[in-house]
């Protein structure tokens, strides 16, 4: 019985950069279980990547087309293209966000207007915008699938203008899965663990929260790509089609401790 519904349905993978992307590990589940899954990528350098991972899946139906979030003009110019060649959109993984470094490495209060903006449209506004324009072709409704971190609730150190930004892309979350229930469509967050990736090694404390979670989670040990991927898929199975507008977390339990 295919109980996750997934195959040959086309699912957008946005924010593969390398193969420790979490967006990657959720791509490869995806390849596996036979969807079409179209990736976009900001710089060139990450297309390659992504080409070069694909080596190994040369029987599927991908595709990789370019996707600046930064930019409506980039988001249009994807989606139209990813319409046209594959019609209906039945899934979205948005795993994108970026803060200028010195806003998390300086105290929170010095937060400059320019970086708190920058920090919101990368990583919490892209969400609103991403699924703006795939709203057109998501006919058949769907599941969209945000990655959220615990900093959106708590205060984590060296976390700053991102956590911030991640609160309001937990928000945004809730409101789309309001306004887009009607239509079929889903839109959920995972707040992952802490995984060593491109992105988190702008976190200057991670190390320190690596250790921490391994100390303090009720399983004892970090999360890995692996579990947050499998979370990912059932978030946009047929498994999951009775939820909408939560945070899940896959964290070891982390975010349960005091
Ligand atoms: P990553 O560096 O592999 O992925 C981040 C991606 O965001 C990259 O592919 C990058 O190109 C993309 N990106 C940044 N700015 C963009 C723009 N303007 N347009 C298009 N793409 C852009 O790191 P990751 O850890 O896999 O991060 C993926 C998501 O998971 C992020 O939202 C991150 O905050 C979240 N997350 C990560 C962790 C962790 O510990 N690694 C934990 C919880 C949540």
Redesign the pocket.
Known sequence: MDLLQIKDKTIVV?????E??????IAKKLLEVGANVIF????ER?KSKIEKLLADYTEHTTATIE?????DQ?IAKAFTQIGEQFGTIHGIV?????AHAEDLKNRFVETTREGYAFAQ???AY?LVAVAKAALPYMTEGGSIV??????AQRVLDGYNV?GVA?AA?EAAMRYLAADLGAEGIRVNA????????????G?PS?NT?LHKIEETAPLKRNTN?EE?ADMTLVMLSHLSRGVTGETIYIDSGYNIMG
Do not use: E, P
């Open positions: 946005m924010g593969v950069a390398n420790r992307s979490i967006a990657w590990g976009t990528y900001r710089k990450s996707c600046d979030v930064n930019s980039s948005h795993s994108v966000a970026f449209d990368t990583s892209s945000t990655m959220s971190y615990l900093g991102m991640k892309l995972i707040s992952a663990g802490a995984i060593r990736t491109l992105a988190a090694k976190v991670f929260i790509q947050v």
